[in-house]
Nanobody
Framework: QVQLVESGGGLAQPGGSLRLSCAAS????????MRWYRQAPGKEREFVAL????????TYAVSVKGRFTMSRDNAKNTVYLQMSSLQPDDTAVYYC?????????WGKGTLVTLST
């Protein structure tokens, strides 16, 4: 079955960096577009970034563009989200996502908390 397992979250200071990982299994990863979403406390889940199956192209939400970089390693079935210049508004649970045959699959998320 499809599994997405996020890791790498934790406590960070404003201006700091974190790298999230999402390990995927149960589908042909190298052919799948992958996405990161996040959900802040009391807010709806929002799109963060997308990367094409080849890894050559990525798209970012305006709020993170220039600060976050999404990448993938198809040999390891893993996507990454390098987050830099973190801001308090980046506090959220970050979810890995893929859409397969019209069905959305989600991981359980990893929590990123910015200290104040």
């Amino acid at each position: 079955q499809v599994q997405l397992v996020e890791s790498g979250g934790g406590l960070a200071q404003p201006g700091g960096s974190l790298r999230l990982s999402c390990a995927a299994s149960g589908f042909i990863f190298s052919r799948s577009v992958m996405r990161w979403y996040r959900q802040a406390p009391g807010k709806e889940r929002e799109f963060v970034a997308l990367i094409t199956s080849s890894g050559f192209d990525s798209t970012y939400a305006v709020s993170v563009k220039g600060r976050f970089t999404m990448s993938r390693d198809n040999a390891k079935n893993t996507v990454y989200l390098q987050m830099s210049s973190l801001q308090p508004d980046d506090t959220a649970v970050y979810y890995c996502n893929t859409l397969l045959s019209g069905v959305d699959y989600w991981g359980k998320g990893t929590l990123v908390t910015l200290s104040t």
